[in-house]
């Protein structure tokens, strides 16, 4: 399938727009080749586009194709003659990324609906990155197309420990409390400065208005419940920032914004705040809450001895609001490449 679809590709490029940039071919030219084409089964306008896509992005994969070809009977000599020397010559000496497969394997072990999952990804390195790791792990399409979603690449990137991220990355059907927390979040969507002139209020909001995206970065599962839920102590009010309840793992999870570093009196607020949840609203069913404090900043020994004993689970996170470098990954991605 992903060798008829990049011969597809190929006839669109080098035949119907003779070449040229995709910015210079005509919208309506597509329209008229899938209806051209509507008798072949899975063929329609937004493929046609990714199998052109396809040959745009893996031209090493199609020169491999046609080198493999050249000695049977399917008429690739032909082809050839219609190619100038120019492609030819392009097609056959491309470089091979020192970040990814050869060609042969890709073909091999990933499915079509494998590199519709990539071709979304625009940077190549990031891409092999994807690439390397769906092989590696044997993963459909749609565990890639979630690991993309959930930024893997960028928390790989980050991570000391990047087998450990790679790791914990796992099916819906096996994940814990501690899998489905990540740290650190990436809030760039939300469109804030990385700067402390901002305040908590103000980070809610954005995190409010951009609450689709928000779900999305925390994974699978989450449904958003309350802002700013009031509880009451002998007239002395408290608001917990955001309250959401996981379906999967049916609980609560309780999610407090800090701007500055993560203090200690903070893992006890929170601590407060999921006591309260435990008495007054859990229902038959519900596992005990969780709570998350999402903060600029954090001390990983801090944190450990702050939250180590107590009665709930609290985990501290870091939020980003702009995405880390890529190079922390070459030599990872090498490595894994040798194994």
């Known amino acids: 399938m992903s060798i008829r679809n990049i011969f597809i590709g190929f006839y669109i490029v080098e035949y119907e727009q003779n070449g040229s940039d995709k910015a210079l071919y005509g919208a309506n030219t597509i329209k008229l080749l899938a209806e051209r084409l509507k008798h072949i089964k899975g063929i329609s306008v937004p493929q046609l586009y990714r199998f052109r896509d396809f ?8 020169s491999t194709v046609l080198i493999k070809l050249q000695n049977t009977d399917f008429g690739v000599n032909t082809i050839l003659s219609t190619v100038s020397i ?4 392009e097609y056959v000496d491309i470089e091979k990324s020192e970040f990814s497969y050869e060609p042969e ?13 990539l071709l979304t990804i625009k940077d190549t390195f990031k891409r092999a990155f994807y690439e390397v790791q769906s092989i590696k ?8 197309g979630r690991a993309i979603n959930t930024m893997l690449f960028e928390r790989t990137g980050l991570s000391t420990d ?9 099916n819906d059907v096996d994940i814990s409390i501690s899998d489905i927390v990540k740290n650190p979040y990436f809030l760039e969507f939300i469109g ?13 909001s954005a995190i409010i208005n951009h609450l689709q995206d928000f779900l999305t970065e925390l994974g699978r599962g989450f449904c958003f419940e309350a802002r700013q839920k009031r509880i009451t102590f002998d007239n002395k009010h408290y608001r917990i920032d955001l309250v959401f309840y996981h379906r999967i793992l049916k609980c609560h999870v309780l999610i407090d914004l800090k701007l500055g570093h993560f203090d200690h009196a903070d893992a006890g607020q929170m601590n407060m705040y999921l006591n309260y949840f435990r008495k007054n609203e859990m229902t038959e069913g519900d596992n005990p809450p969780v709570g998350l404090i999402l903060c600029a900043d954090k001390n990983d020994t801090l944190v450990e001895y702050t939250t180590t004993g107590l009665t709930n689970e609290v985990f501290v996170s870091k939020y980003l609001v702009q995405l880390p470098s890529k190079e922390v990954l070459e030599a990872f991605i090498k490595n894994e490449l040798k194994d």
């Open 55 to 62: 040959y745009f992005t893996y031209p090493n994969i199609f």
């Open 86 to 89: 120019k492609l030819q010559s």
């Open 105 to 117: 394997i890709l073909l091999n072990r990933l499915t079509f609906s494998h590199f519709v999952e």
């Open 137 to 144: 792990n044997n993963w459909g399409a749609r565990e890639l």
């Open 162 to 170: 990047k087998e450990l991220v790679l790791s914990s990355f796992k």
């Open 192 to 204: 804030l400065e990385e700067k402390a002139s901002y305040t908590e209020t103000d980070l809610e």
